[in-house]
């Protein structure tokens, strides 16, 4: 299951247990931009390591930069550095 789908899973379910998403939304989503849809947002990538998303507090659609998966010390350190470069 990719990261997209996760945070679509974890919306669904937050939203049919009645949870509400509002007073979080100000602080989690303030300055990214939203989209209504995941095409939309997915036109907006312009990097190969970036992704869109389903906010699981607003609901709407973000982009974010994948994040690399913990390979050890020295290599998340490279990776860093590749990521401020590029």
Do not use: N
């Amino acid at each position: 299951m990719t990261p997209a789908e996760l945070a679509e899973l974890r919306y669904l379910i937050l939203q049919a247990c009645g949870v509400q998403l509002a007073p979080v939304v100000k602080f989690s989503c303030y300055g990214k931009q939203s989209f209504a849809s995941p095409a939309d947002a997915s036109r907006a990538i312009r990097h190969p390591r970036m992704e869109a998303y389903r906010c699981p507090h607003c609901g709407q659609w973000h982009v974010g930069t994948v994040r690399p998966k913990a390979a050890g010390g020295r290599d998340q350190v490279r990776l860093r550095r590749e990521l401020r470069t590029e």
